[in-house]
Nanobody, 117 residues
Framework: QVQVVESGGGLVQPGGSLTLSCAAS????????VNWYRQAPGKQRDLVAS???????HYADSVKGRFTISRDNAKNMYYLQMETLKPGDTAVYYC???????????WGPGTQVTVSS
């Protein structure tokens, strides 16, 4: 079964940076679009960034110019570099690959990002 595990979150001051990592099992991730999502307390899970199998990227307006999504297909690893972090970026961050109305993997544990002074 395909699984994902996110890591790299933590507590950071406003203006700081973090890089999140997503390790996927199952080679299918290497040929599919992979997304990063986030969910703040009491809110729905939102799409943050997307990267196609050949590297085309898309970002939510709220993170454009501050976040960078990337992938290493050889390692089956997916990354989200976050800069100039704001308190509004505080959330649990998840990665997954969409497949129509579903996702290729069960949701992983996520990684908590807290931006606070």
């Amino acid at each position: 079964q395909v699984q994902v595990v996110e890591s790299g979150g933590g507590l950071v001051q406003p203006g700081g940076s973090l890089t999140l990592s997503c390790a996927a099992s199952g080679s299918i991730f290497r040929v599919r679009t992979v997304n990063w999502y986030r969910q703040a307390p009491g809110k729905q899970r939102d799409l943050v960034a997307s990267i196609t199998h050949d590297g085309t990227t898309h970002y939510a307006d709220s993170v454009k110019g501050r976040f960078t999504i990337s992938r290493d297909n050889a390692k089956n690893m997916y990354y989200l570099q976050m800069e100039t972090l704001k308190p509004g970026d505080t959330a649990v961050y998840y990665c997954n690959a969409p497949a129509g109305n579903y996702f290729l993997a069960p949701w992983g544990p996520g990684t908590q990002v807290t931006v606070s002074s």
